[in-house]
């Protein structure tokens, strides 16, 4: 359900595996669900409890990043298994409510953090769980998008943000490549302005420190990344460990060409976001909660992680709103 960017691709990743079959697309806006149905060959469901009665076992909620919560709960009342795009939610409150939904319905819930499907970080965490740079003690993310996410891709940047949006990726991966445990404070501050300029309410940059038992964790964001940088998607980890360091730039997607005869050396990017697809890797997860689903295995993916996630990054939000540290460990007490 939400069939825009990412959710016609959901549909066609479920069209394309040999263990499920797609029943079909459901989408607030009718016109988009028939034309995406038609599409693909499949009906389009009237309405979400149209969609939550129907004969689906497993469905995907692909709506904007604030609009997860009502969706997953009603899915999960019909009984259905849930693959909630990331971020699980935007609010701490709504990430508990979805997580709550699926248990009480004894259905899995599942969320589409692909990154963990990515070779290079499958190969990151093979290097570290074998102790090739000894005991992980920091680490530092870079993320960012080109500014035509914001302006021109998603329709609803108001209501995210680059930390929402991106986030919950590296912050998911940290916790997943380290094994590391709960946060326990988070300090950010944010910067404002480019974007507001142009109408979008929200923050242009935001760098965070977030403390882990163990582990300092480092991160920067950027949303106002100008569209001709060489990477439509900034993404770099560095690790930094007892016994060496690790990084994983996923930022250089394109090709290096380097002429003499033509008297020039460029990095081309390979796509644009209007091309943006995700590459066939980043399925994993959905396949991987397709086959949970019908072997009755636990979900490829906990719940409570991509909640904490949330957890942090709302903590973001209020640190650089107050000015001030937020101490994880005293709203867990709560
Ligand atoms: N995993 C990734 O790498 C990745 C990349 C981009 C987006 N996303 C995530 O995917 C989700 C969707 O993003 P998008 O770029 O496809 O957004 P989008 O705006 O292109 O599509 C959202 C769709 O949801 C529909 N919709 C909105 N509210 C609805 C509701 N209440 N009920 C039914 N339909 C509703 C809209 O009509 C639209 O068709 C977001 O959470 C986003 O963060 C993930």
New binding site residues.
């Given amino acids: 359900?939400?069939?825009?960017?990412?959710?016609e691709q959901h549909a066609r990743a479920y069209q394309g595996y040999a263990r499920s079959r797609l029943v079909g697309v459901?989408?607030?806006?009718q016109a988009?669900a028939r034309a995406v149905a038609e599409r693909l060959g499949v009906r389009a469901f009237a309405s979400?409890g149209d969609l939550a009665s129907s004969e689906a076992e497993l469905v995907s909620v692909?709506?904007?990043?604030f609009?997860?919560r009502?969706?997953a709960e009603e899915l999960a009342r019909g009984g259905k298994h849930i693959l909630v795009?990331?971020?699980l939610a935007t609010t701490s409150e709504h990430a508990a409510a979805i997580v709550a939904a699926a248990r009480r319905a004894n259905r899995l819930l599942s969320v589409?953090?692909?990154s963990r499907c990515n070779p290079s970080f499958v190969g990151a965490k093979e290097s570290l769980a074998a102790g090739e740079i000894g005991r992980v003690v920091a680490a530092h993310v870079r993320h960012g998008d080109a500014i035509s996410v914001a302006t021109r891709?998603?329709?609803?940047a108001s209501r995210?943000g680059p930390h929402w949006?991106l986030f919950p990726?590296s912050i998911d991966l940290v916790r997943w490549l380290t094994g590391v445990g709960r946060a326990t404070t988070v300090y950010a501050v944010e910067t404002r302005g480019v974007l507001a300029a142009r109408g979008i309410d929200c923050a242009d940059t935001l760098r965070a420190i977030v403390q882990f038992p163990g582990l300092a964790l480092s991160l920067e964001v950027s949303w106002i990344i100008p569209d001709v940088w060489p990477h439509l998607i900034e993404f770099e980890l560095t690790f930094d460990g007892s016994d060496g360091r690790l990084r994983v730039d996923r930022s250089r997607i394109g090709f290096e060409l380097s002429s003499d005869v033509h008297k020039r050396h460029m990095y081309a990017r390979p796509s644009t976001w209007e091309h943006f697809t995700?590459p066939d890797f980043?399925w994993g997860i959905l396949r991987g909660t397709v086959d949970a689903a019908l072997d009755g295995g636990p979900s490829p993916i906990v719940g409570e992680d991509a909640q904490h996630a949330v957890e942090i990054i709302e903590a973001m939000d209020r640190s650089a709103r107050v000015g001030a540290a937020v101490d994880l460990t005293v709203a867990a007490r709560l």
């Fill in positions: 359900m939400g069939v825009g960017l990412l959710g459901y989408d607030r806006d988009r979400l692909a709506t904007p990043d609009a997860h009502e969706p795009e990331k971020p589409n953090l692909g891709m998603l329709g609803w995210s949006f990726h995700v980043y």
